[in-house]
């Protein structure tokens, strides 16, 4: 097993990784946020079906009361609705503050229950249960929550650390493919952020050294949470191949994969860095093989025309002007602030006559 600490300004917590975890969950969270206590155990219809019992039997073992919370799986229940519905159902408990939820899933349930506890009783404990390849490298660790409205994705959330982050492999095994080729576009994207020699390694397989790759996402990832939880600055990183793959994904009604639209997200942005001079041609070449490798997409459905308006109402945008995260090679991933006006520029350099 790996175990990493993440430390930041409002909270310090480990994040584990490794197999059979979810029967050890209940004995790791003991050594936090030692029972008697109540935890509410929530999870999507499918992921309930295929790990539920066992994630439920090793809170019990280690003395939890547990209350299990259900709701239909899909971005479609990452709304303020489904949010309020495990709201009300803490308070019918009741939970306390001293109690705790955690969120057993991929994604959408962290951000759902993360979100939930954050505002419940203004805030409670909560574990991240990630079961898959996304959640574990990235939308598990970070305290970022958050449900979507019909403006665009994320738009109502908070920071809210978790208490503890337990990643069992095992759950990894039961991911649909193209659910798992998701998350490697996130695995990828750190690659090219910041960790060239990292990057080169994923020509071998990630599910060949599943855990060494995802301890090493999770290491970069709080490396970067730990400067900047507030994501004022460096974090930002993290948002490349977003600005567009938000787009592509909003533009899709959320039928695309948020791991594929980050990956044409990250090849457009790349591209554009190459027309600017500021990229190698032979990186831009290196991602896409990488990308292609995977099975992930790398040219946008959409043309500038459709992506801009939906980008110009992205909330990373401060103001005037919108902060770009634009590769200056493999592992060389700078911050760029560019007025709202240039964007049509860049989408043009970014998706035209490639
Ligand atoms: N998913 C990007 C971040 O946590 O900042």
């Not at 004995?27 to 008697?36: E, G, K």
């Not at 898959?132 to 990235?138: E, I, K, P, S």
């Not at 039928?255 to 554009?272: L, P, W």
Request: include cysteine; proline fraction near 6%; aromatic fraction near 6%.
């Amino acid at each position: 097993m790996h175990r990493l600490t993440v430390d930041t300004p409002s909270r310090r917590y480990d994040v584990c990784v490794g197999r059979g975890l979810l029967k050890e969950a209940g004995a790791l969270l003991s050594q936090v946020l030692p029972p008697p206590r109540r935890v509410c155990l929530a999870a999507d219809d499918q992921v309930w079906e295929l790990w539920g019992e066992q994630a439920e039997a090793g809170l019990r073992l280690a003395g939890y009361t547990v209350d299990v919370w259900r709701f239909p799986h899909g971005e479609g229940s990452k709304t303020p609705a489904t949010a309020l519905s495990l709201a009300e159902y803490l308070s019918s408990l009741p939970l306390t503050r001293t109690d705790c939820v955690a969120a057993l899933g991929g994604g959408v349930a962290g951000d759902i229950v993360g979100f939930a506890a954050a505002v419940y009783l203004r805030g409670i404990p909560v574990v991240q249960l990630p079961t898959t390849l996304l959640a574990a490298v990235d939308s598990s660790v970070g305290g970022k929550t958050g449900v979507d409205l019909p403006a665009g994705k994320n738009l109502l959330g908070a920071f809210h650390q978790p208490s503890l982050v337990v990643c069992d492999l095992d759950t990894l095994d039961t991911l649909p493919p193209a659910q798992f080729t998701d998350g490697c576009a996130e695995v990828i994207k750190y690659g090219v952020i910041g960790d060239r020699s990292f990057f080169f390694d994923l020509t071998e397989p990630i599910s060949r050294h599943m855990e060494a790759v995802i301890a090493r996402c999770v290491r970069m990832k709080r490396d970067i949470v730990a400067g900047d939880e507030r994501d004022t600055g460096a974090r930002q990183l993290l948002n490349l191949g977003h600005t567009i793959g938000h787009a592509v994904e909003k533009l899709s009604g959320y039928t695309r994969g948020h791991g594929s639209c980050v990956a044409i997200g990250m090849a457009a942005i790349t591209r554009a860095a190459v027309r600017r001079g500021l990229c190698p041609e032979a990186d831009l070449g290196a991602l896409l093989a990488m990308l292609e490798q995977y099975g992930l997409p790398t040219a946008c459905p959409y043309d500038g025309a459709a992506l801009l308006p939906v980008i110009a109402g992205d909330k990373k945008r401060a103001g005037s002007a919108i902060t770009l995260a634009v590769p200056h090679g493999i592992g060389d991933t700078r911050l760029v602030k560019v007025p709202v006006e240039t964007l049509p520029g860049w989408l043009q350099d970014a998706l035209e006559g490639w």
